[in-house]
Antibody
């Protein structure tokens, strides 16, 4: 089955670091870029950035540049989204999505990140 | 403020037809980039509903259709059903000076009366 499997929900304190993951299966992981999309509680979708798993080239939305880091390990077909110092405003659902042309045809189920003291 | 503008909400009775608009600019929809639509049922991940302005992925009913003209696009749903109650998002690609990057509309909540 073609799917993106995301890591489980996380509860963190402000200032802590975090890395969440997205594992692709059932397809050639290096053939498709992976994007990360944020959805804050009760809000819409925001594109954060993307990675080409074949060479780990990334680019970010200006809104997220410098705040998060996207990486990938093609040997295990996994993409990552990480923070070095979380803020309460990072509380959101985070989705990974596979890019085909200019659209996203396959989505993970999401990882809920809660940041609270 | 989203780059693409959608109405916050629309509603319709079962069996009726509703449309959801998506307005962009010359750096995204107006630049010729395709518009795509996603359906997000409550508590679930978004699902691709329409791609390339008007194409339906396998399994999407033909009650859903999309169109694009100039700097805008529309999603139409005919024969409205209770199961269509969801949030709908348009998405395109933007080539402005701060880009390029993918952009979403703010989302439209469809209520089936």
């Amino acid at each position: 089955e073609v799917q993106l499997v995301q890591s489980g929900a996380e509860v963190k304190k402000p200032g802590e670091s975090l890395r969440i993951s997205c594992k692709g299966s059932g397809y050639s992981f290096t053939s498709y870029w992976i994007s990360w999309v944020r959805q804050m509680p009760g809000k819409g979708l925001e594109w954060m950035g993307r990675i080409d798993p074949s060479d780990s080239y990334t680019n970010y939305s200006p809104s997220f540049q410098g705040h998060v880091t996207i990486s990938a390990d093609k040997s295990i077909s996994t993409a990552y989204l990480q923070w070095s110092s979380l803020k309460a405003s990072d509380t959101a659902m985070y989705y990974c999505a596979r890019r085909v042309a200019t659209t996203f045809d396959l989505w993970g189920r999401g990882t809920l990140v809660t940041v609270s003291s | 403020q989203s780059v693409l503008t959608q109405p916050p909400s629309v509603s319709g009775a079962p069996g009726q037809r509703v449309t959801i608009s998506c307005t962009g600019s010359s750096s995204n929809i107006g630049a010729g980039y395709d518009v795509h639509w996603y359906q997000q049922l409550p508590g679930t991940a978004p699902k691709l509903l329409i791609y390339g302005n008007s194409n339906r992925p396998s399994g999407v009913p033909d009650r859903f259709s999309g169109s694009k003209s100039g700097t805008s696009a529309s999603l139409a749903i005919t024969g409205l059903q209770a199961e269509d109650e969801a949030d709908y998002y348009c998405q395109s690609y933007d080539s402005s000076l701060s880009g390029p990057y993918w952009v979403f509309g703010g989302g439209t909540k469809l209520t089936v009366l």
